[in-house]
Nanobody, 124 residues
């Protein structure tokens, strides 16, 4: 079992920045591929970013490339999502997820463990 707890969400003006954190416990963190997803009101949950256990390979959805950065600190069992140049359309509940695999993945079904989500609201 893996427990994931997100933090760092909040209200920010368009053009601003936020850093989300996700603390993991319960299983060897280094064996996990980590991902971030988001769900806006009335929309399906969508993939945002993924990172391999070493941090050496990352992937992003096109809408956040160049603005968001995923990283991890295995010593702290924590994965981060640095979000910059935020737009109102980035408003959503952001979820951290963990997959027991070696290669990165964008597929929601590959992630077995999920956090409770943290709200990010970007005002115009």
């Amino acid at each position: 079992q893996v427990q994931l707890v997100e933090s760092g969400g909040g209200l920010v003006q368009a053009g601003g920045s936020l850093r989300l954190s996700c603390a993991a416990s319960g299983r060897t963190f280094t064996r996990l591929v980590m991902g971030w997803f988001r769900q806006a009101p009335g929309k399906e949950r969508e993939f945002i970013a993924t990172i391999t256990w070493s941090g050496g390979d990352t992937g992003y959805t096109n809408s956040v490339k160049g603005r968001f950065t995923i990283s991890r600190d295995n010593a702290k069992n924590t994965v981060y999502l640095q979000m910059s140049s935020l737009k109102p359309e980035d408003t959503a509940v952001y979820y951290c997820a963990a997959a027991v695999r070696f290669t990165k993945t964008t597929a929601e079904n590959d992630y077995a463990y999920w956090g409770q989500g943290t709200q990010v609201t970007v005002s115009s």
